[in-house]
């Protein structure tokens, strides 16, 4: 197996694990009183931690797609 093959099936990876990582920043802004934030603020934060974690989602389906059943090339 090629180690580029490899390195690129491990950031898919850990690109998918970060999608769910920035859909839960966004959900904890928007629904915890833990801190002293306004309301508006934290929909401030939220909304594009929200947009950036969709973004990411339609880049790490590409990588998924492209590293596990993409065709190999030949080098």
């Given at each position: 197996m090629n180690s580029n093959k490899m390195y690129d099936k491990v950031f898919a990876i850990f690109g998918t694990v970060m999608v769910f990582f920035y859909f839960g920043l966004a959900l904890f802004l928007l629904t915890t009183d833990l801190f002293d934030i306004d309301?508006?603020?934290r929909i401030v934060l939220a909304v594009p931690l929200f947009i950036y974690a969709l973004y990411r989602v339609f880049l790490s389906y590409e990588k998924i797609?492209?590293?596990?059943?993409?065709?190999?090339?030949?080098?």
């Open positions: 309301k508006a603020l797609r492209d590293s596990f059943f993409g065709k190999e090339k030949d080098e």
